[in-house]
């Protein structure tokens, strides 16, 4: 562990990256396998922000999209989407200073996949300027939204931002929170919210109390306190929608990451498939009471977690599950490939 305990971030994500049904830990560069061993470090050095998904749903697997402060332990790089399972940089954004924001979500639906984006230009918390790039790595443009926080909020599939208007130096002593929407043709963003009565979080981060799926129909509440810190207000969207999917909090990677949302420097919570326009829809949890008899036509065996487990065509299928003497394969017809799920102890 000493050759990657020094490129650690202020965050932790937990997350099956290698689709055998056991959860690794991102631990910024370093990446820890479910047996307490190191599974990788990507010797990037230490950063600010750090978002695991499925951004780029036409590779295999997650993809996990950080910004970093030392340019020298970075190689120049400001930020970099790489694969989660292996450490392998598949495209970067060059930059010469420290890189403390940076955000991923599908924002913009003329491209596939979710884009990303990160204050590489100056580095400020609030700047606009930086690098805003498609899943395949296409630059999109320098005109950039809000790298603080993001939000499921509306009726369609895309991502909004999360944000908040606040002067380090002013005599105010919290940020006045608002939720933004990308206006991908003119490249700028458009507040469509703007709460009276409630402060932001974290200084010039900008969070809320909290930001989750609480209600069940995959849009997300968020919780902010009250001024006078007297109490929390949640606040719910009442757009209608289209778009019927079940609840992300049934999502293996989703709830936890509500969990550690507040740990350290908050990162806002993501689910481990891609969510975006032109999604799939995500196969039904399979959830059970621990101890219950098995229900008829069902082989006894802990569930297949998330679509996630599901591997590239001709890559081995199955592996050993707990409780099982021998592999186990089941067919996956709705997930991110059409090969089977590979199936593993949870």
Not at 19 to 36: F, K, L, Q, S, W
Not at 105 to 133: F, M, Q, Y
Not at 209 to 224: K, N, P, S
Request: with cysteine; hydrophobic share 30%.
């Amino acid at each position: 562990m000493s050759s990657t305990s020094s490129y650690h971030l202020n965050d932790a994500t937990v997350a099956d990256l290698t689709g055998d049904g056991r959860d690794e830990i991102v631990y910024g560069a370093m990446t820890v396998n479910h047996n307490g061993r190191p599974l990788y470090s990507s010797r990037l050095g230490h950063g600010d922000t750090l978002h695991v998904s499925d951004p780029d749903p036409s590779r295999p697997g997650q993809e996990i999209f950080s910004t970093f402060e030392s340019m020298s332990d970075s190689g120049g790089r400001g930020a970099a989407l790489r694969d989660a399972a292996t450490g392998e940089i598949i495209w970067s954004m060059p930059s010469t200073r420290d890189v403390g924001r940076g955000a991923a979500g599908d924002i913009d639906p003329t491209h596939p996949g979710a884009e990303a984006w990160a204050v590489t230009v100056d580095g400020e918390w609030n700047s606009r300027a930086g690098e805003l790039r498609a899943a395949d790595g296409t630059l999109i443009g320098t005109d950039i939204p809000a790298a603080n926080f993001m939000i499921r909020w509306d009726g369609d599939l895309l991502r909004e931002i999360l944000d908040h208007e606040f002067d380090p130096n002013g005599d105010e002593p919290a940020g006045r929170p608002y939720i933004a929407k990308w206006d991908w043709e003119e490249r700028e963003q458009r507040e469509i919210l703007a709460p009276e009565g409630v402060f932001s979080n974290n200084h010039t981060k900008g969070t809320p109390v909290l930001r989750a799926d609480l209600f069940g129909d995959r849009r997300e509440e968020v919780i902010w306190r009250l001024e006078d810190d007297s109490a929390l207000r949640i606040l719910t969207t009442t757009d209608v929608t289209g778009h019927r999917l079940r609840t992300l909090m049934h999502d293996p990677q989703y709830r936890p990451a509500v969990a550690w949302q507040n740990e350290s420097h908050n990162q806002p919570p993501h689910p481990g498939f891609f969510s975006g326009t032109d999604m799939e829809e995500p196969p039904a949890p399979d959830i059970r009471y621990v101890g219950a008899p098995p229900a008829d036509g069902d082989d006894g065996l802990p569930p297949v977690r998330s679509a996630a487990r599901c591997t590239a065509p001709g890559r081995p299928a199955s592996t050993r599950r707990c409780g099982s003497p021998t592999p186990v394969t089941r067919s996956c017809g709705t997930g991110n490939c059409p090969g089977p799920y590979r199936t593993g102890s949870t």
